[in-house]
């Protein structure tokens, strides 16, 4: 329990005088509109992520079914049914 202990305090001591000696302190102001830009950014391209998944899905489950028994064989193709309500 000791050793543990120990080596959390080592860690600790050693970030901390990282933290002090590779720090540079900065007069900076980071606007709201900005903060706005990258939350939009962010959010376009999670959105891309999840449609381009949306779209590949089928590829992407045939993919990891192909070495299963009973799967598509190599050359096989995969044939969707549109199944009507």
């Not at 000791?2 to 720090?23: D, G, N, Q």
């Not at 903060?35 to 899905?57: E, K, M």
């Not at 079914?65 to 193709?77: L, M, W």
Request: proline share 4%.
């Amino acid at each position: 329990m000791k050793k543990i202990i120990w080596k959390a305090l080592k860690y600790t001591y050693f970030y901390i005088c990282f933290w002090y000696l590779f720090t540079i302190p900065a007069q900076a102001y980071i606007d709201p509109s900005a903060v706005t830009y990258i939350i939009q950014a962010v959010a376009g391209a999670l959105i891309a992520i999840g449609a381009a998944f949306t779209i590949f899905r089928h590829k992407i489950f045939a993919f990891f079914k192909k070495n299963k028994k009973g799967g598509p064989s190599e050359g096989e193709t995969i044939e969707f049914k549109d199944v009507e309500d």
